[in-house]
């Protein structure tokens, strides 16, 4: 089993315990209060869960290079010897860990930006001026000493940048470089930064010590090199001194979604594989690998050396353990959501993860065993139910946990049948998995009641009950030409040709997603193929960054209609780093979003509406509503008022928007004080 994932990879002068790699994240523990404490704990789990080689969040080599004024970069000694908490925490924990560094150049979220030319990120609010000469030499420097640091603070090496449309890949691709000096002009100029940096570095820390290169292998960006130039690169970046080349994949400007659950498995494995060959070192895999299965995998394809995964070790900081002692069906998987991870980076939240809300606060959340077991009754098996019956069994409570559906997972079973949100079945596997490991007493088709409840004598109830679809008063609501979600992705009430959706929220763009997916073709999620050619990403790379003439998606078989009522964008409220994805993808199926509507009522006609000041009518087959949730609670009134201990969380507790992330965060909370 995983014979490949499992085997080591001998460096010469270091092995490393199987071929799986902790990608780089940046979780802004960087910036928090007991930062090197924090972020000992975090690396050190991961490492007794025998991750084989783990690699931090970007690291800036200068104050140039830093994401955000009041970071830290690491210049001087000093914070060497406090890096030392980290390396020791995960070297007692018998695992390997390299520094990233990263100088983000016109990525930065300052007005110092710095960058190759004259340029502005459409990413960033700041333009970024031109390195002088005189910079670029100290920035090569910077970016050595920074090395020479990392292993004085025992690093056991440091992984190089150069991906992900960062300041090296800015020196290296002519959209971003117009320099006419030495470090500008031809491919064989433009790539001497990133060479010098990988040259020097390896001079001044000798043999002994790893350095990856993390090479731009598809830009997915107007402008972005050819095959030809990556393999170029990737030969002298050998020769220049490195021990191992990582996968980068797209800028993060590019227009293609690269890690959201979208992006089919190891949809991006074909790219490594071009380059397997070329070079003599190793060569690592990434992006939306998330299971040991699709890394085995991909490693038997031949695609790769090493695979790294970065987002499945927040989920679960035990995978290859899992993995080693046959136990995948017990791992926390990844969705691919971003909802706690990403999404928190980029509003400047500590991360965390969705499934998992340990991830990152190891020092703040934890689930010991109990020292007195009490009898616990958790009501409804939605993410919310789920979390807390599991955790609370872990702990050593006696749990029964009722569900009125025949099955588990609440709203996760609409979430799964969505095209790209397949994966969200991979929550309830798990906790399927942890109700027989922790022996949870369920009891399915089993609507529970208040009396039922009280007559038991629980020492704590906990509701879990959900939702409820809101219900909208329009004229006409009751003709049958109205359905609610659940109708359509619960009861699979068919769908006419021509749909207006009702509330353009999480749920509104998801149903937009379902209605416009020709189901006689699988979600592109789940084929390579599909989904580069639906994205306008060009397998053959005929031009630079690998970008198609077009995107080619499948057409809607439906005409569908997104409204909602406020002013604006449509989707400004799902998530920062994935809400483009959404609108893209719609928009490409030509879902015609209108706002602001008012809603006159509904008839054999159809639906009568106003866009601003416009009266029409949508002559559609029918009408989903979408409108938002209200909590589903018909239980917690009698309990409290017979004096039992109850609990209220999830839904049933607050349904303001779309947020298993809420519900599985308050669950886990509670049950870790009971
Ligand atoms: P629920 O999932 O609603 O579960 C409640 C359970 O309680 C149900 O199974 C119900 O049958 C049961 N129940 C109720 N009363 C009783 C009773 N008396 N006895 C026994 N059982 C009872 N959230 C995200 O964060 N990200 C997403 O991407 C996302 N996508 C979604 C897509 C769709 C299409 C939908 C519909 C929802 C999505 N959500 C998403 C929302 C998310 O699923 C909910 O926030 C989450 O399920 C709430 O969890 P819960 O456990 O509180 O409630
Ligand atoms: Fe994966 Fe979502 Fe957790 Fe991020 S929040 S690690 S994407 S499951």
């Known amino acids: 089993m995983y014979e490949k994932l499992l085997s080591p990879l001998d460096l010469g002068f270091t092995t490393l315990k199987n071929r799986v790699l902790m990608g780089s994240m940046h979780t802004m523990l960087e910036e928090v209060d007991e930062t090197f404490e924090r972020m000992a704990a975090f690396y050190a789990e991961r490492a007794r869960g025998e991750v084989g080689l783990i690699v931090t969040g970007g690291i800036a080599p200068n104050k140039q290079g830093l994401a955000l004024p009041g970071g830290h970069p690491l210049d001087n000694e000093q914070l060497a010897q406090k890096h030392r908490i980290i390396t020791n925490a995960v070297h007692e924990a018998g695992g390997k860990i ?117 090479l731009s292998m598809l830009d997915l960006v107007e402008g972005g090199s050819t095959w030809d130039e990556v393999v170029q690169l990737a030969k002298a970046i ?35 594989k071009r380059m397997m060959g070329e070079v003599n070192i190793p060569l690592i895999a990434t992006n939306r690998i998330n299971m040991p299965d699709v890394a085995e995998q991909i490693l038997q394809d031949g695609c790769s050396d090493m695979v790294s995964m970065a987002r499945p070790f927040l989920a679960d900081a035990d995978l290859v353990v899992k993995a080693m002692e046959n136990r995948a069906a017990e791992i926390n998987t990844c969705i691919g959501c971003n909802q706690a991870c990403l999404d928190h980076t980029f509003t400047m939240q500590v991360c965390s993860c969705i499934v998992n809300p340990r991830a990152c606060h190891e020092t703040i959340l934890n689930y010991p065993p109990v020292t007195t077991e009490k009898k ?75 009396e039922a409840l009280i007559a038991e ?20 609501i009751d003709h049958p030409k109205v359905l609610d979600y659940a109708d359509v992705l619960s009861r699979r009430v068919p769908v006419g040709k021509s749909v207006a ?34 994205w306008g990403v060009d397998m053959e790379y005929t031009r630079g960054g690998s970008l198609a003439d077009r995107p080619q998606p499948l057409a809607s078989p439906r005409e569908v209609y997104l409204l909602k ?28 979003m209108l706002q602001p509507v008012s809603y006159h009522k509904i008839d054999d ?24 949730q209200v909590p589903f609670n018909v239980l917690g009134r009698t309990l409290s ?33 009971l």
Request: glycine content about 10%; aromatic content about 8%.
């Open 238 to 272: 050998e020769k220049a001194g490195a021990t191992i080349i990582n996968t980068g994949i797209g800028w993060h400007e590019a227009r293609i979604p690269t890690i959201g659950t979208i992006v089919p498995k190891g949809g991006f494995a074909w790219v490594t």
């Open 641 to 673: 008022e017979a004096g039992q201990s109850v609990h209220v969380i999830g839904g049933a507790h607050e349904a303001a928007a779309l947020d298993a992330k809420k519900a599985i965060k308050e669950a886990s909370y509670l049950v870790a004080s």
């Open 501 to 534: 959706i009702i509330g353009a929220g999480g749920i509104g763009f998801d149903m937009a997603e379902y209605l416009s997916h020709d189901m006689a073709h699988e979600s592109p999620t789940l084929n390579v193929e599909a989904y580069m050619k639906e």
């Open 376 to 450: 616990i009754a958790v009501v409804g098996a939605g993410p919310a139910g789920l979390a807390a019956a599991t955790i609370a069994a872990e702990r050593g409570h006696r749990v029964d946990l009722f569900e009125a559906a025949s099955e588990i997972g609440g709203q996760f079973n609409m979430a799964k049948i969505i095209p790209g949100k397949e994966e969200y079945a991979h929550t309830i596997r798990y906790y399927g998995e942890m109700i027989k490991k922790h022996q949870v007493n369920l009891r399915l088709n089993h609507r529970v009641t208040a």
């Open 565 to 592: 009522r406020s002013k604006g964008k449509h989707g400004k409220n799902l998530g920062k780093t994935t809400g483009w994805i959404h609108r893209s993808s719609l928009a490409m199926k030509d879902v015609k």
């Open 98 to 214: 390299c520094m990233q560094i990263l100088h983000v150049g016109r990525y930065g979220y300052t007005a110092d930006n710095v960058s190759a030319s004259d340029t502005k990120a459409p990413i960033s609010p700041f333009p970024a001026r031109a390195l002088t000469g005189e910079e670029v030499a100290q920035t090569i420097e910077d970016f050595v000493h920074c090395a020479q640091m990392a292993q004085l603070a025992g690093y056991d090496g440091v992984e190089i940048m150069g991906s992900e449309g960062y300041l090296i890949n800015q020196f290296i691709a002519k959209k971003t470089n117009r320099r006419t000096d030495k470090w500008g002009g031809d491919y064989e100029n433009r790539i001497q930064f990133p060479l010098e940096i990988v040259r020097q570095t390896r001079a001044r820390v000798g043999e002994n010590f790893i350095l990856i290169y993390r």
């Open 605 to 628: 006609e159809g639906l009568h509406i106003s866009v601003g000041d416009q009266a029409q009518v949508l002559a559609v087959d029918h009408i989903v509503i979408c409108a938002g």
């Open 457 to 476: 004598d629980y020492d704590e109830i906990i509701l879990a009950t959900g939702v409820s679809p809101r219900k909208l008063a329009i004229e006409g």
